[in-house]
């Protein structure tokens, strides 16, 4: 019985299952601390984020030395192939499905949240954006200039920031995750919203399959190593994604995950790629998103953007998407001046699509991690077809 409980996948399906149940029943009293809770835990979590990105991608970037630049281009290279394919399968089936779909948009009824008993605000001491480009960039000039001590003090925070992974965001993650799915359910999302736009989630949903099983497949065929190795132990990762709804809130799960794949993923490449694409590898929200904007289109204005637009769009999302924040929503908000400028979206448009998106940013983010996982493994594949050095590492989480 220990062994399960101490299992992380049962604590994340029991803190959903008991969020669900407790959010049915609870009276406004409960969710005052519900929503308490969940703000102060939620602040805790995004506070550490910038940290965990610090104290991966830097260290590891670093002890890359001269093939930095190299591996650094490579990742972002696959993070944005990844996506734009993925907008391309899902405009084909956009235009192909969506003409004979019947959806109604109804998002409404939904029950209001009461305020927070008080908020205690733990500011983050750098955008998750800032956090990353300043661990390019000190990761870069460190091997650059070959800087030894500073290396070391690296080495040093990349130890104390594994030590705050393991000892406080993960032990936070299932409670999280049941706050969450209180309010949801408490709300009404769960039963009144979601049935409104099945159609199209189940859609994006198995888009989302299709597409993590073409990037395993490419990921295996090019490094010469079985997919599965990696993938079956994603189970955790996937359902903390589904919970928290954040890629960067996942981090520290998913980092956990692929260090069980090792081989054939590389422990080095583990620790550089996943905390990067974690913040540039959106290929489920990107698909997701496609669908939704073709999906809104035929809704509010009884048509589907043209196949010029879609494709430019299509281009430019990918580009969004590398510089969007790995938090819940975030691909859309970052993209929303891209949708009303390419494709005309009014302020009615912008707000259904912000609706519909949230209703599965869930399972959007899952594909995310998921699929961060196959991109570490091209980029194993690549560093060991180049005979690039393997840095060892004494990490594990």
Not at 194 to 219: D, R, T
Request: aromatic share 8%; net charge neutral; with cysteine.
């Amino acid at each position: 019985m220990k062994k399960i409980w101490d299992s992380l996948p049962f604590r994340l399906l029991l803190g959903v299952v008991l969020g669900i149940v407790l959010g049915q029943f609870a009276g406004t009293a409960v969710m005052n601390v519900v929503v308490t809770a969940k703000y102060i835990i939620g602040q805790l979590i995004n506070f550490c984020v910038p940290l965990i990105i610090i104290g991966f991608i830097a260290p590891s970037i670093t002890k890359m030395g001269s093939n930095a630049s190299r591996m650094l281009g490579i990742a972002i290279l696959c993070a944005y192939l990844s996506s734009i394919f993925a907008a391309l399968l899902s405009m084909g089936a956009g235009y192909a499905l969506i003409p004979h779909l019947s959806i109604v948009s109804a998002a409404e009824g939904l029950r209001e949240l009461p305020e927070a008993v008080f908020q205690l605000d733990i500011p983050v001491i750098m955008s998750v954006m800032s956090a990353l480009v300043l661990s390019i960039l000190l990761g870069l000039t460190a091997a650059w200039t070959r800087a030894r001590t500073f290396a070391s003090l690296l080495d040093e925070f990349q130890r104390m920031v594994l030590r705050m992974v393991t000892s406080v965001v993960i032990p936070l993650l299932p409670l999280f995750i049941a706050l969450t799915f209180c309010e949801l359910s408490w709300q009404g999302t769960i039963t009144r919203q979601l049935p409104v736009f099945i159609k199209v989630v189940l859609i994006v949903m198995a888009g989302h399959y299709i597409w993590l099983a073409v990037l395993y497949a490419v990921g295996g065929l090019y490094a010469r190593a079985n997919p599965l190795d990696i993938i079956r132990h994603y189970g955790p990762a996937y359902l903390t994604a589904v919970g928290t709804m954040s890629s960067a809130a996942t981090l520290a799960v998913a980092l956990r995950c692929a260090k069980k794949s090792v081989p054939p993923l590389r422990d080095d490449m583990v620790d550089f790629g996943i905390p990067l694409f974690a913040n540039i590898h959106l290929c489920g929200s990107v698909l997701t998103e496609v669908f939704f904007v073709m999906t809104v289109s035929q809704i509010l204005y009884g048509y589907i953007p043209s196949l010029t637009s879609m494709v430019l769009f299509c281009l430019l999302l990918g580009v969004f998407a590398i510089g969007a924040p790995g938090v819940p929503g975030g691909t859309v908000v970052a993209s929303l001046g891209l949708i009303s400028s390419v494709l005309g979206f009014d302020d009615t448009g912008l707000a259904l699509m912000l609706t519909i998106f949230a209703l599965q940013d869930s399972f959007g983010t899952a594909c995310n991690v998921t699929g961060d996982g196959a991109l570490t493994l091209i980029l194993s594949g690549y560093a060991r077809k180049h005979n690039i050095p393997e840095q060892k590492s004494s990490l594990e989480l």
